[in-house]
């Protein structure tokens, strides 16, 4: 029986911490459920990014991971730019919290927050990954 889980294209992570962007993005890379991974270290970056390519989709992610503790934007800020992004690529794009936050404030927020479809702690599990696109 084949694996049913959705290889997406392309997968956006954003995180300010060098040592949590190089090992996620490795996670990601032996998850083998991307066809190209695309990291910054700021939202600013990030954002950057999305507008550059809004007109391109095979350049835009179909998911992002999003630190929520950065320095200049954080997670919540750069979700407040995203959702004036056009409707069409926030429809085919999920986004995604990753973060190692205690704060039980910062984890109620990002549940909360409606362009947010689930949180994910630091390191990034594949398996926990994986079992969340079966169900996209």
């Known amino acids: ?29 032996i998850s083998n459920l991307f066809e190209h991974i695309i990291y910054f270290k700021s939202g600013e970056s ?7 390519h809004i007109h391109h989709p095979e350049e835009l992610p179909d998911l992002i991971l999003l630190d929520i503790q ?12 995203y959702k004036r992004l056009p409707k069409p690529f926030i429809d085919n794009c999920t986004v995604t919290i990753l973060s190692s936050t205690l704060d039980f404030g910062d984890i109620k ?28």
């Not at 947010?116 to 996209?136: I, S, T, Y």
């Open 46 to 52: 990030g954002l950057t990014y999305l507008k550059k």
């Open 70 to 81: 950065m320095p200049d934007m954080n997670g919540f800020e750069f979700l407040d730019y």
């Open 1 to 29: 029986m084949q694996n049913s889980t959705k290889r997406l294209n392309r997968v956006m992570l954003i995180d300010d911490n060098e040592v949590d962007l190089k090992i996620n993005a490795k996670v990601l890379s």
């Open 109 to 136: 927020k990002a549940e909360a927050n409606t362009y947010v479809a689930k949180m994910f702690m630091k390191p990034l599990n594949p398996k926990e990954l994986r079992d969340f696109l079966h169900l996209l």
